[in-house]
């Protein structure tokens, strides 16, 4: 099929709205591109270790992040409960779902003896995990400064819930609204991203450059 139909066939699997698949299509475009090319020269197999359900479930709470950013905006004020009950949620369901993944890897990964696997969220878990089974080398293909948004999810996940101040969550929520007038500026999710770090330089606000590099490798 082409890529047109992948993407219409995803689209009907899932019962996504269209923005969601975008900005997936738009991640993984480089990579599905690249995959014909690499396949001429020598044989692979290609697998998603991640499933429908994942992605239907996460989508979900995408869109009630985006009513969190609409209210703030909106009123000025930042509910950090609110904030925090649906980081929360995502939080638990990222778990679960990742106990998946490592399972699938298992699963697959025994076929063969070398395997590769992309994962654009944090590889030492899944490291962890799946180093009683399999030797396991991490490889990072790139180094940037995590959004604020990402800095809190990664706090959440590294320090729980629970463990994170109604002030970081504030300062969090503040600079990612401020973030995500960049994106709205450009066509670009890169370029924009690389213009907040030039524009921004969190690397010289304290509080945020100390969380982000704290964040597993923020920078």
Same mark, same amino acid.
């Given at each position: 099929?082409?890529e047109?139909?992948?993407?219409?066939? %995803? +689209?009907?699997?899932?019962?996504?709205?269209?923005? /969601?698949?975008n900005s997936?299509?738009?991640? +993984?475009?480089?990579?599905?591109?690249?995959l014909p090319?690499?396949?001429?020269?020598?044989? /692979?197999?290609?697998?998603c270790?991640? @499933?429908?359900?994942h992605?239907?479930?996460?989508?979900?709470?995408?869109e009630?992040?985006?009513?969190?950013?609409?209210?703030?905006?909106? @009123?000025?004020?930042?509910?950090?409960?609110?904030?925090?009950?649906?980081?929360?949620?995502?939080?638990e369901?990222?778990?679960?779902?990742?106990?998946?993944?490592?399972?699938?890897?298992?699963e697959?990964?025994?076929? =063969?003896?070398?395997?590769?696997?992309?994962?654009?969220?944090?590889?030492?878990?899944?490291?962890?995990?799946?180093?009683?089974n %399999?030797?396991v080398?991490?490889?990072?293909?790139?180094?940037?400064?995590k959004?604020?948004?990402?800095v809190?999810?990664?706090?959440?996940a590294?320090?729980?819930?629970?463990?994170?101040?109604?002030?970081?969550?504030? +300062?969090?929520v503040?600079q990612?609204?401020? =973030?995500?007038? =960049?994106?709205?500026?450009?066509?670009?999710?890169?370029?924009?991203?690389?213009v907040?770090?030039k524009? /921004?330089?969190?690397?010289?606000?304290?509080?945020?450059?100390?969380?982000?590099?704290?964040?597993?490798?923020?920078?």
């Open positions: 099929m082409n047109e139909e992948f993407w219409n066939d %995803y +689209l009907a699997l899932t019962g996504l709205s269209a923005p /969601f698949a997936l299509r738009y991640k +993984l475009g480089p990579i599905i591109e690249k090319v690499i396949r001429s020269k020598r044989s /692979f197999d290609v697998h270790f991640e @499933t429908l359900q992605h239907t479930l996460l989508s979900g709470f995408t009630r992040l985006l009513l969190l950013e609409f209210k703030s905006r909106a @009123t000025g004020k930042i509910d950090v409960n609110e904030w925090r009950a649906v980081l929360c949620e995502e939080l369901i990222e778990k679960l779902f990742e106990e998946r993944i490592v399972e699938n890897i298992r697959r990964g025994m076929n =063969y003896q070398k395997s590769v696997a992309i994962h654009a969220g944090s590889a030492k878990n899944l490291k962890r995990k799946l180093a009683s %399999y030797e080398k991490t490889v990072c293909l790139e180094h940037y400064w959004s604020p948004l990402e809190l999810k990664t706090l959440f590294l320090k729980g819930a629970d463990n994170v101040s109604d002030n970081t969550i504030r +300062l969090c503040r990612h609204l401020g =973030y995500l007038n =960049y994106i709205l500026l450009h066509d670009n999710v890169d370029s924009s991203h690389n907040w770090v524009e /921004f330089k969190p690397h010289k606000i304290p509080k945020l450059a100390s969380k982000m590099r704290k964040s597993n490798g923020g920078i």
